[in-house]
């Protein structure tokens, strides 16, 4: 039953009437539906498009009104048809997605953004091995099939409406067309859509080219049309007599495909054999091994030509029998048997299947969609069929992975959660080195900001920089964690040898050992007697602390130590770190069990009196005492051996430096508040700084602020008095030592 339209505002009359012609096509397709949204998306858009014209000079609004005309030839669901009305929308008009969430709900906007996200990537390429991540990637940032569905209806309007563009655009979208949408339609099944959209493409990309190709179809038809008629006409009697009940078309095959041919094959055209081409249509598979007797039974087959995509199936899901014959008069002409239910997926495919399962089932779920598109996609990994089939790509939808763009636009793909530091090791070690900074599609990022599909990333180096041991809490690819450690290994264990080197001839002195008397052969001796090839290696050993000075010393100048040592009134072993670096500050904590040892708390959690801590053995630096919850000393506890218990001394009056991140609206007055309720918990203010949040651009802000905190407790009551002021989003306990 036909809705009437009312159009609520004046729109031109010719649109209003190519709209009447979308909303009966689409009752006739589905006459229970309701169509007022589909009459409210049209109203909509052409309310914001108005004004706007295409190249051609007509109204703007003609473009998305193909664009729902086509996905309606395609039998999608409404859904998908106000999304081409309304796929430009948010990209050219002051709309927002959340205007279209409001009134058309979630599908439809989800849609809108996903078809707007597509359009600002700018992947154009002359990369042909890109191509191939791009097609990837395209996919993989989808969440609704129907935004491919848009997407190549939006595309192949584009293309047939080209014409009044610049050569340079024709180009530029045709090449496009050619390595990433019409591949697309090619995975998902969609021939009639990969056809035009090639035929166009390659017409638009190489006009001259073109124009050769289809004069030489062209003068062949004159030639052979009588031929293939006649043909057509005598397969019609033969499958008759054979009761095979059969729809039959006689065609050329298409240019696109014949210049890929006789580029491939370096052929003329009169040697492309399968040039004429007869497609049988039957009603079940037995009739189609049926029909393919009764032509070979006529005509002589060729050998090597005969393919049976019945019994398997390309990994697009298409299915054929195909073969070629010499006909009357020595005329090869190619022939394709198929059902009707092939047929409509070789020319549909996707979209064939998703009619149908909607046709059984109802409304589908945009989840059983994508998990269908998974299947075909997994399908394809496991079928492995060489020869002309070369253009089958293998596609994978990796949700695990992250698609992200140089700023010369080539697509590093990184594991998901991957940040700009996998990003810089990806493209070369010493980029990712040197590394100070990021910026993502234009603004500068923290280092552990995680990326997403499409960012652009822009890596920011510094001469002599080097990695950070922090970069291990948050990097993701294991190029960047190996690269990371080695250069944090290799720096450490420099610092190793020179403290190593240092300790011994400390306490060398300090035994009265004549330590520039030792010979250079008997101190290489003693280090190999320790099981190092080098006395460098000996300095290491102990700077990791793994022996004491004084033990290597009794191996050096055993007589020399045991007369100083004879001297001292009280003998003590020897410290690791000499405890006149114990200062004030480090005597609110103790080592369990053990006094003269340096300890301090960490810069990185900065743990205060109250907090669960533990205890890490630095090299050369004594005890640092970390948070629990310190994923610094998390990533470090790989060396058990060095962690250490670790418990606040008695209490002193004491106050710790504590900083905080404020995240907060930027408004007048903020400042004044954070202040007075930090001054009503009676804490001391050593710094503030205040700047806009460069991460986001609502107007937030960010507020460093450095205080003095008493215990856990104190902290605690701060923050959450921070936390209650209006406007204040967030605050966070610095991490970082800077
Ligand atoms: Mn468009």
Same mark, same amino acid.
């Given at each position: 039953?036909s809705q009437?339209v009312?159009?609520?505002?004046?729109?031109?009359?010719?649109?209003?009437?190519?709209f009447e012609e979308l909303v009966v096509k689409y009752a006739k397709l589905r006459p229970q539906e309701s169509l007022?949204s589909l009459l409210?998306?049209f109203?909509?858009?052409?309310?914001?498009?108005?004004?706007?014209?295409?190249?051609?000079?007509?109204?703007?609004?003609?473009?998305?009104?193909?664009?729902a005309h086509?996905l309606c030839d395609m039998s999608m669901d409404l859904?998908c048809l106000e999304?081409g009305?309304?796929?430009?929308?948010?990209?050219?008009?002051?709309?927002?997605?959340?205007?279209?969430?409001?009134?058309?709900?979630?599908?439809?906007?989800?849609?809108?953004?996903?078809?707007?996200?597509?359009?600002?990537?700018?992947?154009?390429?002359?990369?042909?091995?890109?191509?191939?991540?791009?097609?990837?990637?395209?996919?993989?940032?989808?969440?609704?099939?129907?935004?491919?569905?848009?997407?190549?209806?939006?595309?192949?309007?584009?293309?047939?409406?080209?014409?009044?563009?610049?050569?340079?655009?024709?180009?530029?979208?045709?090449?496009?067309?050619?390595?990433?949408?019409?591949?697309?339609?090619?995975?998902?099944?969609?021939?009639?859509?990969?056809?035009?959209?090639?035929?166009?493409?390659?017409?638009?990309?190489?006009?001259?080219?073109?124009?050769?190709?289809?004069?030489?179809?062209?003068?062949?038809?004159?030639?052979?049309?009588?031929?293939?008629?006649?043909?057509?006409?005598?397969?019609?009697?033969?499958?008759?007599?054979?009761?095979?009940?059969?729809?039959?078309?006689?065609?050329?095959?298409?240019?696109?495909?014949?210049?890929?041919?006789?580029?491939?094959?370096?052929?003329?055209?009169?040697?492309?054999?399968?040039?004429?081409?007869?497609?049988?249509?039957?009603?079940?598979?037995?009739?189609?091994?049926?029909?393919?007797?009764?032509?070979?039974?006529?005509?002589?087959?060729?050998?090597?030509?005969?393919?049976?995509?019945?019994?398997?199936?390309?990994?697009?899901?298409?299915?054929?029998?195909?073969?070629?014959?010499?006909?009357?008069?020595?005329?090869?002409?190619?022939?394709?048997?198929?059902?009707?239910?092939?047929?409509?997926?070789?020319?549909?495919?996707?979209?064939?299947?998703?009619?149908?399962?909607?046709?059984?089932?109802?409304?589908?779920?945009?989840?059983?969609?994508?998990?269908?598109?998974?299947?075909?996609?997994?399908?394809?990994?496991?079928?492995?069929?060489?020869?002309?089939?070369?253009?089958?790509?293998?596609?994978?939808?990796?949700?695990?992975?992250?698609?992200?763009?140089?700023?010369?636009?080539?697509?590093?793909?990184?594991?998901?959660?991957?940040?700009?530091?996998?990003?810089?090791?990806?493209?070369?070690?010493?980029?990712?080195?040197?590394?100070?900074?990021?910026?993502?599609?234009?603004?500068?990022?923290?280092?552990?900001?995680?990326?997403?599909?499409?960012?652009?990333?822009?890596?920011?180096?510094?001469?002599?920089?080097?990695?950070?041991?922090?970069?291990?809490?948050?990097?993701?690819?294991?190029?960047?964690?190996?690269?990371?450690? =080695?250069? +944090? *290994?290799? $720096?450490?264990?420099?610092?190793?040898?020179?403290?190593? %080197?240092?300790?011994? &001839?400390? !306490?060398?002195?300090?035994?009265?050992?004549?330590?520039?008397?030792?010979?250079?052969?008997?101190?290489?001796?003693?280090?190999?007697?320790?099981?190092?090839?080098?006395?460098?290696?000996?300095?290491?050993?102990?700077?990791?602390?793994?022996?004491?000075?004084?033990?290597?010393?009794?191996?050096?100048?055993?007589?020399?130590?045991?007369?100083?040592?004879?001297?001292?009134?009280?003998?003590?072993?020897?410290?690791?770190?000499?405890?006149?670096?114990?200062?004030?500050?480090?005597?609110?904590?103790?080592?369990?069990?053990?006094?003269?040892?340096?300890?301090?708390?960490?810069?990185?959690?900065?743990?205060?009196?109250?907090?669960?801590?533990?205890?890490?053995?630095?090299?050369?630096?004594?005890?640092?005492? =970390?948070? +629990? *919850?310190? $994923?610094?000393?998390?990533?470090?506890?790989?060396?058990? %051996?060095?962690?250490? &218990?670790? !418990?606040?001394?008695?209490?002193?009056?004491?106050?710790?430096?504590?900083?905080?991140?404020?995240?907060?609206?930027?408004?007048?007055?903020?400042?004044?508040?954070?202040?007075?309720?930090?001054?009503?918990?009676?804490?001391?203010?050593?710094?503030?700084?205040?700047?806009?949040?460069?991460?986001?651009?609502?107007?937030?802000?960010?507020?460093?602020?450095?205080?003095?905190?008493?215990?856990?407790?104190?902290?605690?009551?701060?923050?959450?008095?921070?936390?209650?002021?209006?406007?204040?989003?967030?605050?966070?306990?610095?991490?970082?030592?800077?």
């Open positions: 039953m009437p009312i159009l609520s505002s004046p729109v031109d009359p010719v649109l209003a009437a190519r007022v409210q998306a109203e909509y858009a052409a309310l914001h498009h108005t004004g706007q014209t295409r190249s051609s000079g007509e109204s703007y609004m003609a473009h998305p009104l193909e664009v086509i859904v999304t009305l309304l796929h430009d929308t948010v990209e050219d008009t002051v709309v927002t997605v959340e205007d279209v969430r409001k009134r058309f709900g979630n599908d439809v906007a989800r849609c809108v953004d996903g078809v707007t996200k597509l359009a600002k990537l700018n992947f154009y390429s002359r990369e042909e091995r890109q191509a191939e991540s791009v097609r990837k990637m395209l996919l993989a940032m989808v969440n609704d099939i129907r935004v491919v569905m848009v997407k190549l209806a939006d595309r192949l309007h584009n293309m047939r409406t080209m014409g009044s563009l610049s050569r340079e655009r024709q180009e530029r979208i045709s090449q496009e067309t050619l390595e990433i949408y019409a591949p697309i339609a090619h995975r998902l099944g969609m021939g009639k859509m990969r056809s035009e959209l090639e035929d166009l493409g390659f017409r638009h990309l190489d006009p001259a080219a073109f124009a050769e190709v289809n004069e030489a179809i062209e003068s062949r038809r004159k030639v052979t049309g009588d031929a293939l008629e006649e043909i057509r006409h005598a397969v019609e009697l033969k499958l008759a007599r054979e009761n095979i009940p059969a729809r039959i078309e006689a065609r050329l095959k298409r240019p696109f495909s014949v210049y890929q041919k006789l580029k491939r094959q370096k052929i003329s055209i009169e040697q492309v054999y399968d040039l004429l081409a007869i497609r049988i249509v039957t009603d079940c598979v037995k009739n189609c091994y049926g029909a393919l007797g009764t032509i070979h039974g006529e005509w002589t087959p060729i050998p090597g030509r005969i393919k049976d995509f019945i019994a398997i199936p390309r990994p697009n899901l298409y299915q054929s029998l195909h073969t070629s014959v010499i006909g009357p008069g020595g005329q090869a002409f190619e022939v394709q048997i198929r059902t009707e239910e092939m047929h409509r997926i070789a020319e549909e495919g996707i979209a064939a299947h998703w009619k149908y399962k909607e046709g059984t089932k109802g409304a589908q779920s945009d989840e059983q969609q994508v998990a269908w598109l998974r299947q075909l996609v997994e399908w394809q990994q496991d079928v492995h069929d060489p020869g002309e089939f070369m253009s089958t790509l293998k596609v994978d939808l990796y949700p695990e992975e992250v698609y992200s763009f140089t700023p010369r636009g080539k697509v590093i793909i990184l594991p998901r959660g991957a940040s700009p530091v996998d990003f810089a090791y990806a493209i070369h070690s010493d980029v990712g080195h040197l590394c100070v900074g990021a910026k993502v599609n234009g603004r500068i990022v923290p280092l552990k900001y995680e990326l997403k599909n499409g960012d652009v990333v822009d890596i920011l180096t510094q001469q002599g920089h080097v990695p950070s041991k922090d970069w291990l809490n948050f990097v993701k690819t294991s190029k960047a964690r190996n690269r990371i450690k =080695h250069v +944090v *290994n290799t $720096t450490e264990r420099a610092k190793a040898v020179e403290i190593g %080197e240092k300790h011994l &001839e400390k !306490e060398a002195r300090r035994l009265g050992v004549q330590w520039k008397k030792i010979p250079k052969e008997h101190l290489e001796k003693v280090a190999h007697d320790y099981g190092f090839g080098k006395m460098e290696d000996l300095h290491a050993a102990l700077g990791y602390g793994k022996f004491s000075p004084r033990q290597v010393l009794l191996q050096l100048a055993p007589e020399q130590v045991a007369a100083a040592e004879a001297l001292e009134v009280a003998p003590a072993a020897s410290p690791a770190v000499p405890p006149s670096n114990v200062n004030d500050k480090d005597l609110i904590l103790k080592v369990r069990g053990v006094d003269d040892i340096m300890v301090y708390r960490a810069k990185c959690c900065n743990p205060i009196r109250g907090e669960s801590i533990v205890g890490y053995i630095t090299r050369g630096k004594g005890v640092a005492v =970390h948070s +629990v *919850n310190c $994923t610094n000393v998390q990533n470090l506890m790989y060396e058990v %051996e060095r962690k250490i &218990e670790v !418990e606040w001394a008695k209490a002193v009056t004491e106050s710790f430096l504590v900083k905080l991140v404020i995240y907060t609206d930027d408004r007048p007055g903020m400042l004044n508040q954070l202040t007075s309720a930090l001054f009503n918990e009676g804490t001391n203010i050593r710094t503030l700084e205040a700047q806009p949040d460069a991460s986001r651009s609502d107007g937030s802000a960010l507020v460093n602020v450095a205080i003095d905190v008493k215990d856990k407790k104190q902290l605690e009551r701060i923050v959450s008095s921070l936390r209650r002021i209006s406007g204040v989003r967030d605050v966070e306990r610095s991490q970082s030592s800077t």
